[in-house]
């Protein structure tokens, strides 16, 4: 049997988005150019280096039917909810949170002198689980095995498996892989995506060189590009004169009729009117 490289259906140039209190954000996924990548919603990239972009935050605000996942790089994002959950986000962390029936938090990025470096990422969730307890997976950085090759290729397994390795987020219904994946300049990184899943690669940094539809001339894709892959058995990824940094994210599509309003993803327009009345009714969060 043959194996298929999964080509590029769509390159994403991602778009400036005034989000939360006033953070300058990128988004890739969520746009008018990219609505929804079934199971992923949305795809926010936060990073920056000056102040004024990220201080303002994202104040109290709720989430139903869906996950949301924080990946940061650098600097420092606290979040809290109204369930009495509170922490921190540093370099290297992840917190995969499903908030099912219903979260109300904060997430505020922290000034530092480096800056911030992070992305968001909202994964959807299956409508029998759209109501389910609220779950928070908090994954400091020494839990992320990071795997490096012979060849000087560097991956931190934050939920799939690599190389035997399976990364620290488990039982998301999406059955996702997320990797963060440094490939040094003349190498090829290749990655078996089950059949019949959604993939995408967001390269953050340097340029990489993924399989053109046509199947010659392999566009260089710069940083920061959202890949869209076709389907097929493996995301192969070659860099040229320039290293490359990107996020290989991949999961099982829904299939399912969304209704979307702001933070919260249901299946039908009156699944939505129903929370906005519990958000009135002060009866949203009900644990
Ligand atoms: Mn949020």
Do not use: C
Not at 111 to 129: D, H, M, S, Y
Not at 243 to 267: K, Q
Request: overall charge negative; hydrophobic content about 35%; proline content about 7%.
């Amino acid at each position: 049997m043959s194996t298929v490289a999964r080509r590029i259906i769509q390159i994403i140039e991602p778009e400036p988005v005034l989000e939360g209190a006033g953070v300058r954000l990128k988004r890739s996924i969520g746009t008018p150019t990219l609505d929804y990548l079934d199971p992923f919603l949305l795809f926010d990239d936060f990073t920056s280096s000056h102040r004024a972009d990220y201080e303002a935050g994202f104040p109290l605000h709720p989430h139903r039917g869906i996950d949301t996942v924080t990946y940061v790089l650098e600097g420092e994002v606290r979040h809290k909810d109204t369930l009495g959950n509170a922490g921190s986000i540093t370099a290297g962390e992840i917190q995969w949170m499903t908030a099912g029936r219903g979260i109300m938090h904060e997430e505020m990025p922290q000034v530092r002198p480096e800056g911030i470096v992070g992305f968001q990422l909202w994964v959807n969730l299956p409508a029998k689980l759209k109501m389910t307890r609220p779950r928070y997976q908090d994954i400091r950085s020494g839990e992320i095995r990071e795997i490096t090759r012979e060849n000087g290729a560097r991956i931190r397994v934050i939920t799939g498996t690599v190389d035997g390795i399976t990364g620290p987020v488990t039982g998301i219904a999406a059955d996702p892989t997320y990797l963060d994946v440094f490939i040094p300049p003349h190498l090829s990184f290749t990655h078996p995506i089950e059949r019949g899943h959604t993939a995408f690669a967001y390269v953050f940094a340097g340029e990489a060189r993924f399989q053109d539809a046509e199947g010659a001339n392999d566009p260089l894709v710069s940083h920061p590009h959202l890949v869209v892959f076709g389907d097929g058995d493996s995301v192969e990824v070659t860099t040229g004169t320039s290293s490359a940094r990107l996020l290989l994210v991949s999961g099982l599509p829904l299939g399912e009729p969304i209704a979307r309003y702001g933070p919260f993803v249901m299946n039908t327009k009156q699944e939505i009117e129903q929370t906005l009345l519990e958000l009135r009714q002060g009866t949203f969060v009900t644990t």
